[in-house]
């Protein structure tokens, strides 16, 4: 009985690798309890090694013992598999593989730049690795699950959802892994993803840290950076991928920033000038410097917020209107027709409840202002003075040097990304 269903299944695999073969190279596994190899329709037999040394391998073997819905597996890096098991009176006889497919094709680059990485053996044969590898289909992964629903009924007679579909995330990125040691073939291969409940409780922790202007953040910043190390990737492209997840950040923590009590007058305008500073950024580590410049810009404009909660409504006004107008000419004539205050009614005023004249309010916010632009874009110290309206190079010097301590180009030397 068992080997009759066996030769049921079997013609039914020949007739779904058939069917398939039309829409392009989709390879078929199939491996005993074990994990042997039994049969497969690919020649290139190092595609079954990278599966194996997939860090889930070993929990797909375990799932398949008691599991009867199919699994995928997924890299990070687009490259997935499809598991289904095949039966017998309950008791496991094979485990049916389809793939690997990529949900979107890596570039070469990126593909040659980590079996760079691999031992000598390797990146002797990488080239033909990656020309496979670039013959592989490329689908969607709704598509995919389809075919490997396909797979199931084709193995079990049975009907199935999308969301009987187990979808296994702990799997590592099979050719993106950025290994502790850059030298071991198996770090290259073997890189788990980071828990993803940890991943939203520390993005929480560092938005919540924006809301209520913590400036002890920069304690709690490693550790929330190593949860975030290995988050699965948005784009085929390392760059653009870095990219994309800043702007994301850049989005909720702007959001935060207002709910922390900012205006959005004020955070809005900074929140494009740090987008399109991403946007031109050229490397990874400049984007995290901008991100790290925004994150501190952020949690002291929220400090300073909720520091002048005793300020009233015009002087908050004032504030406001200077932080969003730091390139423009201010003056005080201007901030008082705005209140409607007279010029020497809206000094007393200020300064009696900031502690600052409102020349030294602007002159501060001004060179916070400088430190950011020095710390995420590439302008010259002479163009940043000229686009925060200081008078000469010298003058802001000389005025950055007596809030901060130190020249500006002192400061930005030892305060740039490296």
Not at 56 to 63: A, F, K, M, S, V
Not at 70 to 92: C, K, Q, Y
Request: aromatic share 8%; with cysteine.
């Amino acid at each position: 009985m068992a080997k009759e269903s066996s030769a049921k299944i079997d013609q039914n695999l020949f007739l779904f690798t058939e069917m398939l073969s039309c829409q392009g190279e989709y390879y078929l596994w199939s491996y005993d309890p074990e994990g042997n190899l039994l049969s497969t329709n690919c020649s290139y037999l190092y595609l079954d090694i990278i599966l194996k040394r997939a860090s889930c391998y070993n929990d797909l073997l375990e799932y398949s013992r008691t599991g009867t819905m199919p699994m995928i597996i997924s890299a990070t890096f687009g490259l997935i598999w499809g598991a289904v098991f095949e039966r017998d009176n309950g008791v496991l006889n094979r485990i049916h593989i389809l793939g690997p497919a990529f949900t979107q094709l890596p570039s070469r680059s990126e593909m040659e730049a980590v079996l760079r990485g691999t031992d000598s053996g390797t990146r002797k044969w990488s080239p033909k690795l990656i020309r496979r590898l670039e013959s592989l289909p490329v689908i969607t992964f709704t598509n995919f699950c389809q075919r490997l629903m396909m797979l199931h009924y084709c193995v079990c007679g049975e009907h199935i959802q999308l969301s009987d579909i187990n979808l296994y995330t702990g799997i590592i990125d099979v050719l993106r892994g950025r290994a502790s040691n850059p030298g071991s073939e198996e770090d290259a291969f073997d890189r788990e993803l980071p828990d993803r409940n940890k991943v939203y409780r520390a993005e929480q922790m560092l938005l919540n840290m924006i809301r209520e202007g913590d400036l002890h953040y920069k304690e709690s910043l490693s550790d929330i950076a190593s949860v975030f190390n290995g988050k699965q990737q948005l784009s085929k492209n390392a760059l653009q991928h870095a990219k994309l997840s800043q702007v994301i950040m850049i989005a909720l923590a702007s959001r935060s920033a207002i709910e922390g009590g900012v205006s959005p007058e004020i955070i809005y305008p900074r929140s494009d000038a740090y987008i399109k500073d991403v946007d031109n950024a050229q490397n990874a580590p400049e984007i995290t410097g901008i991100g790290m410049s925004m994150i501190d810009d952020f949690i002291n404009l929220v400090h300073s917020k909720n520091a002048d909660q005793n300020l009233s409504k015009p002087v908050r006004s004032c504030c406001d209107y200077i932080e969003s107008h730091l390139e423009e000419k201010l003056a005080i004539s201007d901030l008082a027709r705005r209140v409607g205050y007279t010029d020497y009614y809206l000094s007393r005023k200020f300064k009696s409840e900031t502690g600052l004249s409102v020349n030294d309010y602007i002159k501060n916010a001004r060179i916070r202002r400088a430190k950011t632009l020095m710390t995420t874009t590439d302008l010259s110290i002479q163009e940043i003075s000229d686009m925060l309206g200081f008078s000469a190079r010298s003058f802001f010097a000389e005025v950055f040097k007596q809030v901060v301590g130190i020249p500006p180009a002192q400061w930005r030397d030892e305060n740039k990304v490296m």
